[in-house]
């Protein structure tokens, strides 16, 4: 099956730092990645989609600015989380899709801010 | 009101048990509905994808869809406690759109 991986799957860092998270898709050209959140014991929540060289589309409620999506290759794509504060932390998990296919889930990047 | 509803759990069955695992929907747009399985601190698994009503089989795991009533529904028979973990269901109108997921029951399956 498809696979996707993250980089890192976890990562500590201080309040006010900036935190870069890796999703690649490792099998298949990801035409379109998204972004999502989860806190303990809830459903996802998507952050924001991405398409292959286009700007993200985020969803309500999302800054754009403090969560940077750049997805600049059939392959890769980065969620940078800016001036990162303890409420940021979560676990992040990254999905890519090529064309209508299935969406399939990456690993997940448990992040914890200081 | 949320587009997705899930039976929440937790839910406890003993090994061997067949698992009922539900989600109601009011979007009658929908017509593409998945179960992924999620595994604690891992990313979500799919495990059935539907498309409009009926039922599908793989193995253990059956999907059935009714739209008519906008339920669907996942069985799993035989339970296993590897089959323990948070199962998610979602739905999406097209498939090139983005899906709407539930918020999940977790399922422990005891030896």
């Known amino acids: 099956g498809a696979v996707v991986s993250q980089h890192p799957s976890w990562v500590i860092c201080k309040s006010g730092t900036s935190v870069k998270i890796e999703c690649r898709s490792l099998?298949?050209?990801?035409?379109?990645m998204f972004w999502y959140r989860q806190f303990p014991k809830q459903s996802l929540m998507l952050m924001a989609t991405s398409n292959e060289g286009s700007k993200a589309t985020y969803e309500q409620g999302v800054e754009k600015d403090k969560f940077l999506i750049n997805h600049a290759s059939l392959t890769l794509s980065t969620l940078t989380v800016t001036s990162a504060h303890p409420e940021d932390s979560s676990f992040y998990i990254c999905s890519a899709r090529e064309g209508e296919n299935e969406q399939f889930f990456g690993p997940g990047t448990r992040l914890t801010v200081l | 009101q949320k587009e997705v509803e899930q039976d929440p759990g937790p839910l406890s069955v003993p090994e061997g048990a067949i698992v009922s695992l539900n989600c109601t929907y009011s979007?009658?747009?929908?017509?593409?509905f998945m179960w992924y399985r999620q595994y604690s601190r891992k990313g979500p698994e799919l495990l059935m994808y539907?498309?409009?009503?009926g039922n599908k089989e793989d193995g253990r795991f059956t999907a059935q869809v009714d739209k008519s009533s906008k339920y669907i529904s996942l069985f799993i028979r035989d339970s296993q406690p590897s089959d323990s973990a948070t199962y998610l269901c979602a739905m999406r109108a097209t498939n090139a759109g983005k899906s709407t997921f539930g918020d999940g029951t977790t399922l422990t399956v005891k030896p």
């Open positions: 979007n009658s747009a929908f017509q593409y």
């Open positions: 539907t498309y409009s009503s």
């Open positions: 099998d298949f050209q990801a035409t379109t």
